[in-house]
Nanobody, 120 residues
Framework: QVQLVESGGGLVQPGGSLRLSCAAS????????MNWYRQAPGKERELVAT????????INADSVKGRFTISRDNSKNTVYLQMNSLKPEDTAVYYC?????????????WGQGTQVTVSS
């Protein structure tokens, strides 16, 4: 059974930091690119950061460049999102996503999401 379980969300003051974790099971984690998405109330889901299957390359959305860092530990089947200098506009539900395209077939798995609230 495939599972992606996010943790680490919560309430933080502007300028603060949080570290999200996503523990994966039930599939070959090291074969999948991993993504963090977020969705704020009334807004579409937004891709925040991507890391390749071997961790060699990362891509961040312009809105979080210089503040967020995605990383992974394939020995622990876990992907992380370090979030620094948080702003109120970072408030959203953050989702972990695993993605693989093989032989033209795209496979996606999603976590249940974790709430991040940035407020004083």
């Amino acid at each position: 059974q495939v599972q992606l379980v996010e943790s680490g969300g919560g309430l933080v003051q502007p300028g603060g930091s949080l570290r999200l974790s996503c523990a994966a099971s039930g599939f070959t984690f090291s074969s999948y690119a991993m993504n963090w998405y977020r969705q704020a109330p009334g807004k579409e889901r937004e891709l925040v950061a991507t890391i390749t299957s071997n961790g060699a390359r990362t891509i961040n959305a312009d809105s979080v460049k210089g503040r967020f860092t995605i990383s992974r530990d394939n020995s622990k089947n876990t992907v992380y999102l370090q979030m620094n200098s948080l702003k109120p506009e970072d408030t959203a539900v953050y989702y972990c996503n695993a993605a693989l395209i093989r032989f033209g077939i795209k496979t996606n798995y999603w976590g249940q999401g974790t709430q991040v609230t940035v407020s004083s």
